[in-house]
């Protein structure tokens, strides 16, 4: 997404929770099922820049630091959360969660 300029959310196939998952474009709407704990996200295919993933799980998923994901979370049910590609870091930031 570049500011000022109106943006899609691409919506990819839904994908089972692993430890590893990937290959998702940058500002990409991705729905999780299945419960594995999420400790890698490859990197926004965009070549070297940050992006964003609105990730949407069936059940609650937990991340874990063990990858690229900056901060363990638990992702409820059925609510987005926004993660951030932060490229200086190679880590995903995971947005507040209430």
């Known amino acids: 997404m ?16 692993a430890a ?3 290959g998702f474009r940058q500002g990409e ?8 704990t999420i400790a890698t996200i490859g990197p926004p ?10 990730v949407v799980p ?3 998923v937990a991340t874990t ?3 690229n994901i900056l901060t363990a979370v638990t992702m409820p049910a059925n609510r987005v ?7 200086s870091l190679a880590k995903w ?3 507040a969660i209430s």
């Open 2 to 17: 570049i500011p000022g300029i109106v943006g899609k959310i691409y919506e990819a196939p839904v994908v089972t929770a």
């Open 65 to 67: 630091t063990s990858g």
């Open 93 to 95: 930031s995971v947005g």
């Open 58 to 60: 069936g059940t609650d």
């Open 29 to 36: 709407l991705v729905r999780v099922s299945g419960s594995t």
């Open 45 to 54: 295919m965009n070549g070297g820049f940050s992006g964003l993933l609105f």
């Open 81 to 87: 959360t926004l993660l951030v590609y932060v490229d």
């Open 20 to 22: 590893n998952i990937g």
